[in-house]
C-alpha cells in the first residue's frame, strides 16, 4: 500500500522468542497503530502512537510493547513470543483522530506471525 | 463504548445479484461509520464512509451504505454482484475523542458464477 509498509510479511518464529516488526510510512503522519487480526474477530487494536515517543495502549496489549523514535517507524515487539501471538498484524496511519474519523485509515498490507 | 455487529459471518450470491451485507452499530456520540474491504492476502481498502453528511453513501466500485439512526444500522449494498467483489468486509465505528476505531467481526462475501 502506497506509503506504508510492513516487514516482514511473513515470520514463524519459536515459543518464547522475541519477535520484532516493523512499520514504516513515508507520509509524515502523526498517529500510527498496531491492529491484530484473527478469524472471527475483526481487528483489535494493540497499541498506538500519536508522536515520537507517545505511545497508549489499545483493548489487547498484554504480551506486546511498542516504540517510535522516528515519525516514520513504529516498532511491534512481542517479548516472549507466544502460539495464542499467531496472528495476521496490520499496521494503519492517519494524520490525526479528525482526519480518521472523516477519512478512515491507511493500512499496510499486513505481517503473517506463525509461533510454534 | 461503542460497539459494532455484523449479522452475517458469511455471504454467499450469484454473480449478477444484489448484494447485501448488514451491519449495526452502538455508539454514545454521533458516529463516523466506514466500511473497508479486503482481498486475500491484502490489507484493508476503504469502501465508502458516512460521516454526518447525507445519510445514503456512494463509494468505490458502485458499493453503497445507508445510515440509518433510528435503526442504528449502516448496510452495505450493490446492485449486482462481480466476481471481483469476492473477498472480506468490516464495518467500523469510529468516534471523535481519539480516533480509535471499534471493528465488526467481518463478512465474507462469495461470488458464484
Known amino acids: 500500500d502506497a506509503g506504508i509498509t510492513q516487514s516482514p510479511r511473513h515470520k514463524v518464529t519459536e515459543t518464547g522468542t522475541p519477535v520484532t516488526l516493523r512499520c514504516h510510512q513515508t507520509e509524515n503522519h502523526r498517529y500510527m497503530y498496531w491492529y491484530r487480526q484473527d478469524p472471527g474477530h475483526g481487528l483489535r487494536l494493540i497499541h498506538y502512537s500519536y508522536g515520537v515517543k507517545d505511545t497508549d495502549k489499545g483493548e489487547v496489549s498484554d504480551g506486546y510493547s511498542v516504540s517510535r523514535s522516528k515519525t516514520e517507524d513504529f516498532l511491534l515487539t512481542l517479548e516472549s513470543a507466544t502460539s495464542s501471538q499467531t496472528s495476521v498484524y496490520f499496521c494503519a496511519i492517519s494524520e490525526s483522530p479528525r482526519q480518521a474519523n472523516n477519512y478512515g485509515y491507511t493500512f499496510g498490507s499486513g505481517t503473517r506471525l506463525t509461533v510454534v | ?113
Open chain 2, 1 to 113: 463504548a461503542q460497539s459494532v455487529t455484523q449479522l452475517d459471518s458469511h455471504v454467499s450470491v450469484s454473480e449478477g445479484t444484489p448484494v447485501l451485507l448488514r451491519c449495526n452499530y452502538s455508539s454514545s456520540y454521533s458516529p463516523s461509520l466506514f466500511w473497508y474491504v479486503q482481498h486475500p492476502n491484502k490489507g484493508l481498502q476503504l469502501l465508502l464512509k458516512y460521516t454526518s453528511a447525507a445519510t445514503l453513501v456512494k463509494g468505490i466500485n458502485g458499493f453503497e451504505a445507508e445510515f440509518k439512526k433510528s435503526e442504528t444500522s449502516f448496510h452495505l449494498t450493490k446492485p449486482s454482484a462481480h466476481m471481483s467483489d469476492a473477498a472480506e468486509y468490516f464495518c467500523v465505528v469510529s468516534d471523535w475523542d481519539a480516533g480509535k476505531s471499534t471493528f465488526g467481526d467481518g463478512t465474507t462475501l462469495t461470488v458464484k458464477p
